[in-house]
C-alpha cells in the first residue's frame, strides 16, 4: 500500500489458527531525518498499521485472509509518492502528511495431486485527501493521477507443472488510478516460467503486458509521450548460489 523508508515499533501476538499486529511508525528512514522545524521532521511514531489474519488449514490446503489499515498523520523529511496531473511532487520536505491506506488479502497452498498450486488475492485502496492549508499536504501514500481514490483488485496463481523442476504462474491486476473515469483503468497481466536445472541454478522469465484507458492520449501513461516506456516488459533472470 505504500513504498519508501520507515522505522517504528510493533506489538505481535500469534495462534495456530491467526495473528495479529499493531505498530506505531515514522515514514521516514530514523537516520535520514534532519532537525528542521516543527515536531517537524518526521520522527515521530504517530502513524499506526493494524494486520489481522486468520491461518487455518482445511484438509490438505493451507489458508491465509488477512486485513491491514494503515492510518494517522505525520510528518516526511522528504517528498514522497503523490504528484499532481503533471507529475511534480505535491508533498515536500518537512510537510505534515495523512498516512491512510487498507487491504484485504487472501492466499492459500496445496496440492492437486502431486502437484503443488498456489493462489493469491488481494485488494487495497490508498484514499484521496486534499491538501488544506494548516491541517496535511495530503495522503502519503497516494500515487494517484487524479482526486479519486486508487483501487486495486490483484489475482494470482502458481502451478507446479513439472514438481521440483518446472513451474508456471500468472498474476492479473485491475486497477483505477484516481484519474477522470474516462482515463483511470490501469490494468496488467504478468507471465512467469520458473525452471530449476538443478539445485542451485534457477532459470526465470517475466513477460508484463499493461492496457487500459489510462494509457490512452491525456492519461497518466499516456504511449505518445517519450517519457512513458511502452506497455510491454520481457525479463529474463538466470541465477545460481552455492
Known sequence: MGSGASTGFAFSAQHELGYISFSRFSPNFLASSGSQGTEGTAVTFKSKLLRVAATPSVGDWDIQVGL??????????????????QGNPTITANDKVD??????????????GKHDLSVYATYAVVPYIASVVGVTAGNAYYGGAGTKDVKALTLGAEYSVIPQL??????????????????????SITLTAIYNF?????????????RGSSYNAGGANDTTLAMHNGKILTTFMLATAF
Open 68 to 85: 491491514g489499515l494503515i492510518s494517522g498523520t505525520n510528518y516526511v523529511d522528504q517528498g514522497l509518492n503523490a504528484v499532481d496531473a
Open 99 to 112: 498516512t491512510k491506506a487498507r487491504s484485504l488479502d487472501f492466499q492459500t497452498f496445496g496440492k492437486v
Open 166 to 187: 518446472l513451474h508456471l504462474g500468472g498474476v492479473y491486476r485491475n486497477a483505477k488510478n484516481g484519474d477522470v473515469a474516462a482515463l483511470e483503468g490501469d490494468h
Open 198 to 210: 538443478r539445485q542451485n541454478v534457477t532459470m526465470q522469465i517475466n513477460h508484463s503486458m499493461r
